[in-house]
C-alpha cells in the first residue's frame, strides 16, 4: 500500500525537488502541475488547457522605470506627450508595451488600475483626469511606470 504525505512544508535550509522532464516527456497534464523543462531551461505550470513557462533559468530579466510629472492639466503621457521630471515636453516611454497589463503605474505612489484609472494605446497612457501638480509637498504628482512585467507563458 503507498502512502503519501498531507500539507507538506519546507523548513529554512531544506529544498524542494521539482520532476525534471524533456519537452518530448511532459505529462498530458493536470491543473496545477509544476515541472522543470530540461529542453527549455524553464519551470512550467499546467493550467488546464496547456503548459506556460513560469520562468526560463537561461534569462534574467529587469525592470524599468519611467517616471513623468503632472500640471494639472496633462491627461496623456508617453510618445512625446507630458511632461518628465526635468520639466521638459518630451515624455516618452522607455519601452513600448503592448498592452496595460503589461506595465504598473503608479500616481503619488498609489497604484493605478489598468483600463479603470487609465487606458493604454500606441505608446500612450491616458488618465481619465489631470495628475495634479508639483506642490513642493506630496509628490502627487509624479508618475511612476514599470516596465517589463512579462506576462505568465511570455
Not at 98 to 117: E, H, K, L, S
Request: net charge negative; hydrophobic share 30%.
Amino acid at each position: 500500500m503507498g502512502r503519501f504525505v498531507k500539507n507538506v512544508q519546507a523548513t529554512q535550509g531544506q529544498t524542494l525537488e521539482i520532476p525534471s522532464v524533456s519537452t518530448a516527456n511532459r505529462p498530458a497534464g493536470q491543473n496545477g502541475q509544476i515541472i522543470f523543462n530540461s529542453t527549455t531551461s524553464t519551470y512550467q505550470v499546467y493550467n488546464g488547457s496547456q503548459w506556460y513557462n513560469v520562468s526560463e533559468a537561461s534569462r534574467e530579466k529587469s525592470l524599468t522605470v519611467d517616471k513623468f510629472q503632472g500640471d494639472g492639466s496633462t491627461t496623456v503621457f508617453g510618445d512625446g506627450l507630458g511632461n518628465t521630471l526635468d520639466g521638459s515636453t518630451m515624455a516618452t516611454l522607455s519601452v513600448v508595451p503592448t498592452d496595460a497589463t503589461d506595465m504598473v503605474i503608479f500616481v503619488g505612489g498609489v497604484y493605478q488600475i489598468p483600463t479603470t484609472n487609465y487606458t493604454y494605446s500606441g505608446g500612450r497612457i491616458t488618465f481619465g483626469s489631470p495628475i495634479p501638480a508639483n506642490d513642493g509637498v506630496s509628490n502627487g504628482h509624479i508618475v511612476t511606470i514599470i516596465h517589463n512585467l512579462h506576462k505568465l507563458g511570455e
